[in-house]
């Protein structure tokens, strides 16, 4: 019974979330817990090195995360510049310092795999 509230509880935190970006046409749906907004994704040049940014809405049981991502190609890092969590019943913003990749553990890892991938789809549409 348990197991059926949290699917339940799963599947209506993502149909919300669906619906509040729904004007949003670009929105790539990474895998089952992460939905990323392409047309967030930028890459900018900061003193010679390329940095690439995104946003994300990243859904888990009744918490919705709502992220901004900053990627720094050049030096192999990553960071949680912003991250705003909403569950039923609270609201509340954190952020993080930049983390190395190459020595980072494996959540850092699978967020720099994710930005690489972003990176890729945004290289892919400029070479359109």
């Given at each position: 019974m348990k197991?059926?509230?949290?699917v339940?509880?799963l599947?209506?935190?993502?149909?919300?979330s669906a619906t509040?970006?729904?004007?949003?046409d670009?929105m790539w749906q990474?895998?089952?817990?992460?939905?990323i907004d392409?047309?967030?994704?930028?890459?900018?040049y900061?003193?010679?090195?390329?940095?690439?940014?995104?946003?994300?809405?990243?859904?888990a049981?009744?918490?919705t995360d709502?992220?901004t991502?900053?990627?720094?190609v050049d030096?192999q890092?990553?960071?949680?510049?912003?991250?705003?969590?909403?569950?039923k019943?609270?609201?509340?913003?954190?952020?993080f310092?930049?983390?190395?990749?190459?020595?980072?553990?494996?959540?850092?890892?699978?967020r720099?795999?994710?930005a690489?991938d972003?990176?890729?789809?945004?290289?892919?549409?400029?070479?359109?």
């Open positions: 197991t059926k509230k949290i339940l509880a599947a209506m935190t993502l149909a919300i509040a970006f729904a004007a949003k670009n990474y895998n089952k817990y992460t939905t392409m047309d967030s994704a930028k890459i900018s900061d003193m010679g090195r390329e940095v690439l940014t995104f946003e994300t809405i990243e859904v049981g009744d918490t709502y992220c991502y900053v990627y720094n030096d890092t990553i960071q949680l510049k912003e991250m705003v969590t909403k569950t019943k609270s609201k509340y913003k954190s952020s310092y930049p983390e190395d990749i190459k020595d980072g553990n494996s959540v850092i890892k699978a720099a795999r994710m690489n972003v990176l890729e789809k945004v290289r892919q549409e400029r070479r359109k």
